[in-house]
């Protein structure tokens, strides 16, 4: 059998799988992250390096698999007890079979048979998810979401993802990539959207990057002082740290961003009727000030009953969520009697 291929993993083997840790692997946009992870989504070791994607697939993936190999060492759990890999990337992907299909965040890296690729460096079984329906996973088995029925992660990060759990199983849709809810349209003809080419899509307003483009943009146009001006690339944590200091224009910048954000969830929010929303990634480190505004926006604006009851927090896994999400994606899967095996 193929090394893409699914087959039942027999009752022995799964039960080893299911207690056994798992090395996990997160390939972001901007980082490319590795850890070892317990079955109770405890994080035993983390690592992360520049994901630097213009190198290459190759390049990335010996230095992805390296990160790997350190984070098992780090962990101070020997080889012999990790029982399989669990990769988490952006899409399109072919999860099924293992395949990176053309992430958006990644140019260039198409049909890359990473499971595959995974196996072969490893010697174990590996399986692949989108992040972040692997991070919504996550939350729902180990973090903000344990408990409830039906939750919408959304990550906000260098781009915008998004996963969802109906009736506390994951949504992957006909093809296996639903739950793409940054590409949600907040503006039809609104800003181009670098992921996905087309106009106003959420990721195009919120996303870290976007943040920081639009900083500058303002910072252009706009004749007047702005502690911003004083960077020489200022980012979206730069924009959030200025506007809780008052800086009006970094302020400008940051009420654009919860309006979109807001706009964004409440269509989503009418659309799933979840019982919490758990917002994360590297913008949500700004808590309150970006939640606490949009909480009440969504609270306003979306239809009733849906809104009245959906929870708006932030993500309990932090900075860990992409490699627990690789993890719980290999002990949902093991729990399934389906596996990715080396063949």
């Known amino acids: 059998m193929g090394a893409g291929a699914l087959e039942a993993v027999g009752d022995d083997g799964l039960n080893a799988l299911l207690d056994a840790p798992v090395l996990a692997l997160d390939i972001g946009g901007t980082k490319l992250a590795a850890g070892v992870v317990g079955s109770d989504?405890?994080?035993h070791s983390f690592v992360v390096a520049p994901t630097e994607p213009e190198r290459g697939p190759d390049d990335g993936l010996d230095r992805l698999f390296e990160l790997g190999r350190r984070a098992v060492a780090d962990s101070g759990i020997d080889w012999a007890h990790v029982g399989a890999v669990g990769i988490g990337c952006g899409g399109p992907l072919d999860s099924a079979n293992g395949v990176l299909v053309a992430p958006l965040h990644l140019p260039g890296w198409r049909d890359v048979?990473?499971?595959?690729?995974?196996?072969?460096?490893?010697?174990?079984?590996?399986?692949?998810?989108?992040?972040a329906t692997a991070a919504a996973?996550?939350?729902h088995r180990y973090g903000a979401g344990v408990g409830t029925r039906h939750m919408v992660y959304l990550t906000v990060s260098t781009g915008v993802g998004g996963g969802v759990i109906v009736d506390e199983r994951l949504y992957r849709g006909a093809m296996g990539n639903g739950g793409e809810l940054g590409h949600v349209t907040v503006d039809c003809n609104g800003r181009l959207c670098r992921g996905c080419g087309r106009r106003g899509c959420l990721e195009a307003y919120v996303s870290g990057t976007s943040i920081a483009e639009r900083a500058r943009e303002v910072l252009a146009e706009t004749v007047g002082m702005s502690t911003?001006?004083?960077l020489a690339e200022p980012t979206a944590a730069d924009v959030a740290a200025?506007?809780?200091?008052g800086d009006a224009l970094?302020?400008?910048v940051w009420d654009e961003t919860v309006f979109a954000l807001a706009c964004g969830l409440t269509s989503?929010?009418?659309?799933f009727e979840p019982e919490l929303v758990v917002v994360g990634g590297g913008v949500s480190r700004s808590g309150e000030q970006l939640l606490g505004p949009v909480r009440e926006l969504v609270l306003a604006g979306t239809v009733r009953p849906a809104g009245g009851g959906a929870r708006?927090?932030?993500?309990?896994l932090g900075d860990h969520v992409g490699i627990v999400g690789a993890a719980a994606i290999v002990y949902d899967r093991v729990a399934s009697g389906l596996m990715l095996v080396h063949g």
């Open 113 to 131: 048979a990473v499971a595959a690729r995974a196996q072969e460096a490893f010697g174990r079984p590996a399986a692949l998810e989108n992040d």
């Open 242 to 245: 200025a506007a809780r200091n």
């Open 250 to 252: 970094a302020q400008l």
């Open 41 to 43: 989504g405890s994080v």
């Open 137 to 139: 996973a996550a939350e």
């Open 312 to 316: 708006i927090v932030q993500s309990a």
């Open 228 to 230: 911003l001006a004083l």
């Open 268 to 271: 989503i929010v009418n659309l």
